[in-house]
T-cell receptor, first 113, second 115 residues
Framework: AQSVTQLDSQVPVFEEAPVELRCNYS??????LFWYVQYPNQGLQLLLK??????LVKGINGFEAEFNKSQTSFHLRKPSVHISDTAEYFC???????????FGTGTSLTVIP | KAGVTQTPRYLIKTRGQQVTLSCSPI?????VSWYQQTPGQGLQFLFE???????NKGNFPGRFSGRQFSNSRSEMNVSTLELGDSALYLC??????????????FGNGTRLTVT
């Protein structure tokens, strides 16, 4: 079975400051890893994904994440946040086949002017 | 290219009623997945359809069912509604080859309120 834990439910951060959103996962098989963002009253948008290869992956809007297999973590980072980054962020895993994703409960990022 | 379209955007139903939600995937996408999003449970997988066949199913009671048509459009049905079914229901489509080659594209959801 797979499960995802997002360690912080809410993260306030000042504009132009760096931010890290933490994600840990548990799985008995190898998985793919994803970060999605959800803006109010909208669906989820893919930020980035780790499939294989380099453990540091870059996504849209200046976000990046690092896969750490030994710590089963996939933390999301951005060096300088903007007001427009205020949203809900979801970490997710999936097995190699099929489209059944397992999501964390989300982290609400609030950027303070 | 048009995105994933879900209709209606909002629904209000009474306990005991049934409801049907609709999802039109991105053109060319053959896989449609459904997720339930609630504040307490987060996003939970309901089921996935590929080429009109249910390929995966989550841990939901039989009151939740779905189907996919030959044009890849999908419907989700919930019978005998309960208050706990109030949620945002999200549909996602993909080419269906698995996450490596084909990421999920989500619609904006249908918000169901059961009173």
């Amino acid at each position: 079975a797979q499960s995802v834990t997002q360690l912080d439910s809410q993260v306030p951060v000042f504009e132009e400051a760096p931010v890290e959103l933490r994600c840990n996962y548990s799985s008995s098989v190898s998985v793919y890893l994803f970060w999605y963002v959800q803006y109010p009253n909208q669906g989820l948008q893919l930020l980035l994904k780790y499939l294989s290869g380099s453990t540091l992956v870059k996504g849209i809007n200046g976000f990046e994440a690092e896969f750490n297999k030994s710590q089963t973590s996939f933390h999301l980072r951005k060096p300088s946040v903007h007001i427009s980054d205020t949203a809900e962020y979801f970490c997710a895993v999936s097995r190699f086949t099929g489209n059944q994703f397992y999501f964390g409960t989300g982290t609400s990022l609030t950027v303070i002017p | 290219k048009a995105g994933v379209t879900q209709t209606p955007r909002y629904l209000i139903k009474t306990r005991g009623q049934q409801v049907t939600l609709s999802c039109s995937p991105i053109s060319g996408h053959r896989s449609v997945s459904w997720y339930q999003q609630t504040p307490g449970q987060g996003l939970q997988f309901l089921f996935e359809y590929f080429s009109e066949t249910q390929r995966n199913k989550g841990n939901f009671p039989g009151r939740f069912s779905g189907r996919q048509f030959s044009n890849s459009r999908s419907e989700m049905n919930v019978s005998t509604l309960e208050l706990g079914d109030s949620a945002l229901y999200l549909c996602a489509s993909s080419l269906g080859q698995g996450p490596y080659n084909s990421p999920l594209h989500f619609g904006n959801g249908t918000r169901l309120t059961v009173t």
